[in-house]
């Protein structure tokens, strides 16, 4: 598959739009976690973030799938589809970290 120059600038845009999501959210929750007194579990089941994984997993697969569907749309018709996928990541995020700290 030969890679158009449209479909090129929207996966840089989504990558970067995602990296930026992911580190803000990372460093929110970290910076948040350090203000906490109480050093307590997060109170929602493991199954919580199990769905919310899957749920975000799914916004980012499906999101990556219409871009490499419509690529010779524009920016503009894609950026609701980058906002999703950016969604997907930020979601991802929050709840790998809680998982992890469960």
Known sequence: MKFNKNLRNILVLTVIF?????VSVALIQFYGQSKINSQCSY?????????????????????IYRIFENPNY?????????????????IITLHIIQFIHK
């Open 74 to 90: 524009s920016l503009k018709k894609q950026i609701t589809v980058i906002i999703r996928i950016a969604f997907g990541c930020a």
């Open 18 to 22: 995602c990296v930026i999501v992911i």
């Open 43 to 63: 109170l929602d089941p493991i199954l919580v973030d199990f769905l919310a994984f899957g749920a975000a997993l799914f916004l980012f697969l499906e999101g």
